[in-house]
């Protein structure tokens, strides 16, 4: 079952959701970011960055496979694996030493790359429903939990 499940109206919901959830993430935590395309996943993870206070431009990196951002208190890598073929290819492309203690690991299409990937954290479904998204967010270890026991207080 969801710890958490939100109706987002806009993409400025979808943005603020990810601020919310910004302050909570801490430095080791995997982020599963799953939906369809144009789901909202990109404008959650550009939410999160604008809140930890990336002032560039967010992108989703569907070409480059991988976006580092440098802030003030962690690493945050932002993976999109939506042209992934092959899991293997985590392994030849290096990614994994990504997925380390001092980093947050956001993400999207961890389906592409299943069997490769630690274990999610939390993982957050993204669903378009009308106009807005439906999210319902999971939290699968005891460093997932206590982030969402924190993000609803």
Not at 19 to 47: C, D, I, N, Q, W
Not at 110 to 130: F, Q, S, V, Y
Request: hydrophobic share 40%; net charge neutral; with cysteine.
């Amino acid at each position: 079952m969801p710890q958490l499940t939100r109706f987002l109206p806009t993409a400025e919901d979808t943005l603020a959701l990810g601020a919310a959830l910004a302050p909570r993430l801490e430095p080791g935590m995997v982020v599963y970011l799953s939906g369809e395309l144009g789901a909202g996943k990109t404008t959650l993870a550009r939410g999160i960055l604008k809140a930890l206070g990336y002032t560039g431009k967010v992108k989703s990196p569907s070409f480059a496979l991988v976006e580092l951002y440098k802030l003030s208190r962690l690493y945050l890598y932002h993976f999109d694996f939506y042209r992934f073929n092959d899991p293997r290819e985590l392994e030849e492309a290096g990614f994994r030493e990504h997925f380390s203690p001092d980093a947050v690991c956001l993400v999207e299409w961890p389906e592409n790359a299943a069997g490769a990937l630690p274990p999610a954290d939390i993982r957050i479904e993204m669903r378009i429903a009308g106009t807005g998204r439906d999210v319902e967010i999971y939290a699968d270890t005891e460093t997932g939990r206590l982030c969402l026991k924190r993000f609803k207080h």
